[in-house]
């Protein structure tokens, strides 16, 4: 794995100058698809619903998920050394960093990264595009240098050290992996999902891999599983149009689906739901961790969950699409989470703006 410093970060994978902004800040900090929000949300929900459905009376090491590996030692960096140049940033020993994995076949449709202070209760979310340039030995192909494609041939242990490699050696203590079609089937345990589409979604792609067809007048409708998840994969119909505002239109539609997703688990049978979801997800998140998110989650307030999307380039390779990323942003973005500065109080604003105003 290469050595990345955080304050010291250079371009080697695409070879372009370092400083360049691309990505929207209002849009990269909400670009969180369906299966993304649904994949924290399954973590959450099984973490706060485990220990009160099973208690604490199993040993508090053993994984809530069933018989699920370990990360390795120099991947989870339980024990950070004080020589490690990035010690200073990562020895806040009160984060938890749990990788989130969507999977379809064997590429990562999602990528993310979730880290809980759980002193301070904020929850900030790292998304990791998929199609991020990440040159591997393994890989023999152009598109094997996508990030997403690291778990077909080196599974959850390759693909979290390429994530920690990315993301300036960030320590990663525990994975969640979800495999494509557990959404879906989730959405049916809880009998479907009572929606408001907001447009008229036409869109077909037969060269998908299984075929994709989109077809939803406006309105609202009682969305089961398949089609919940066609409805939030919309981007935009096969004639150009779709949401006005784009992917702040979509991800606006993607919360509010969220919102009533979980109002509405709330009124069905939660011990069935929680067995779906632990039959379709793999992690090796502990009944120990689980429970201190349990106790810690409740005083989790919205207005601390914060989204971020990895700022960098797009381009070509080998006739490959890529995603470049900004090392020099990620390590910025790091430090801004390990080390947020306050906001600035308006009333003080208010205060220096008056006296600069008052007359000698």
Do not use: C
């Not at 994978?13 to 949300?41: E, I, N, Q, Y």
């Not at 390759?158 to 960030?170: C, K, N, P, Y």
Request: cysteine-free.
């Amino acid at each position: 794995m290469r050595s990345r410093k955080l304050k010291d970060a250079t371009d080697s994978a695409s070879g372009t100058p370092m400083g360049f902004r691309t990505v929207d800040v209002a849009v990269k900090k909400r670009r969180f698809g369906f299966v993304k929000t649904f994949l924290v949300g399954f973590i959450v929900f099984v973490a706060l619903l485990v220990p009160s459905m099973f208690g604490l009376s199993k040993l508090l090491a053993n994984p809530i998920f069933g018989e699920a590996g370990s990360l390795p030692d120099e991947v989870r960096r339980s024990q950070l050394d004080p020589s490690d140049p990035n010690y200073d940033v990562f020895a806040n020993t009160e984060r938890l960093n749990i990788l989130l994995l969507g999977i379809n076949g064997k590429l990562t449709d999602t990528i993310m990264l979730g880290s809980y202070n759980l002193k301070e209760q904020r929850l900030d979310i790292i998304s990791i595009p998929r199609d991020s340039y990440y040159e591997r030995p393994a890989a023999k192909t152009a598109a094997q240098k996508r990030i997403n494609a690291v778990y077909g041939s080196a599974g959850v242990d390759g693909t979290a050290a390429a994530v920690q490699d990315i993301l300036g050696g960030i320590p990663i203590h525990y994975y969640a992996v979800v495999q494509f079609e557990g959404v879906a089937k989730v959405i049916d345990a809880m009998g479907g999902v009572t929606v408001n589409i907001p447009i008229d979604m036409n869109y077909d792609d037969p060269y998908a891999k299984p075929p994709l067809h989109i077809h939803f007048k406006k309105g609202e409708q009682r969305l089961g599983g398949e089609d919940a998840v066609r409805f939030l994969r919309f981007r935009k119909n096969n004639n150009g149009g779709g949401y006005p505002n784009q992917d702040i239109g979509r991800t606006a539609t993607q919360r509010e689906f969220i919102k009533a997703a979980f109002k509405q688990a709330v009124g069905f049978n939660l011990p069935k739901i929680a067995k779906i979801v632990m039959e379709n997800v793999e992690s090796d998140l502990t009944v120990g961790a689980a429970g201190k998110l349990a106790l810690k989650a409740a005083g989790l307030d919205a207005e601390n969950i914060n989204g971020h999307y990895l700022e960098g380039k797009s381009g070509s390779r080998d006739g490959v699409s890529y995603w470049f990323v900004d090392e020099e942003a990620v390590a910025a973005m790091i430090d801004g989470i390990y080390n947020p500065q306050p906001e600035p109080d308006p009333e003080d604003a208010d205060l220096a703006e008056g006296t600069a105003e008052t007359p000698a």
